[in-house]
């Protein structure tokens, strides 16, 4: 069940059951490989792509190392490799909203940090309700996920799959619009460019202090952005 493939197939099934149309695609970190998959074979049901901070696998991907640290420490003796991980730690941590140093120690103990934001702990409250009072099997689909990136898993994380939306996409003509956190060591500012830059018709937009999870810290901004980006669509 825990496949990119079959996430990818159960959303391309709730799109044509549902048969809708018009769609504008926002997508951030795994809605890459899942969601512009959905773009890229159903060109006639979407209007535009907004992507931010993610990726589509290819020969040609340089996976950082953050990528890479992330995948090692899911693996057996791994950093969050342990009973009931703290998803609301790692995903403050990634969208900047706690310092390392306050992270991992809650992360080990499985303790609540201290934020410095109200923002902040807002954000973890919302990541962990899901599990609230769930078995450890629970935290299956959190721990494949990590696991399943094909420079380490290639049938895991659909690498041919995602090869070929890659290559479907590149003869995509319709708006697209890049909304990059600059501050994400995982999906650098220089790979955003890099993706932008094959489409001949792309906007891109840098939000120089945001991380990796940039709308859980810069979401009216990004609307806004947007809003602009498709007012100005010839």
């Not at 018009?22 to 959905?38: K, M, S």
């Not at 589509?56 to 899911?74: C, D, M, T, V």
Request: glycine share 10%.
């Amino acid at each position: 069940w825990y496949s990119i493939a079959r996430h990818t197939e159960v959303l391309t099934s709730l799109i044509t059951a549902l048969d809708l149309g018009d769609i504008t695609l926002v997508c951030q970190d795994w809605g890459g490989p899942i969601g512009l998959a959905q773009a890229a074979t159903m060109p006639e049901r979407f209007s535009r792509l907004l992507i931010m901070n993610t990726w589509l696998h290819h020969p040609e991907f340089y996976y950082s190392e953050a990528i890479k640290r992330w995948n090692q420490g899911w693996k057996d003796g791994g950093l969050f490799a342990r009973e009931k991980p703290n998803v609301g730690v790692l995903v403050a941590l990634s969208a900047g909203l706690i310092s390392r140093d306050a992270a991992i120690p809650a992360l080990v103990s499985g303790s609540t940090p201290d934020f410095p934001t109200s923002v902040g702990k807002s954000i973890y409250d919302a990541y962990i309700a899901p599990f609230e009072g769930l078995p450890d099997e629970a935290y299956n689909g959190l721990r494949r996920f990590p696991l399943s990136i094909p420079f380490d898993n290639y049938s895991g994380g659909n690498g041919a799959g995602q090869t070929l939306h890659f290559n479907l996409l590149s003869k995509w003509t319709k708006p697209v619009h890049f909304i990059w956190g600059g501050a994400d060591d995982i999906f650098t500012e220089a790979w955003g460019r890099q993706w932008a830059a094959t489409f001949d018709q792309a906007t891109f937009h840098v939000i120089p202090e945001a991380g990796h999870f940039l709308q859980n810290t810069h979401g009216a901004e990004i609307v806004e952005l947007l809003l602009k980006r498709i007012a100005h669509e010839s």
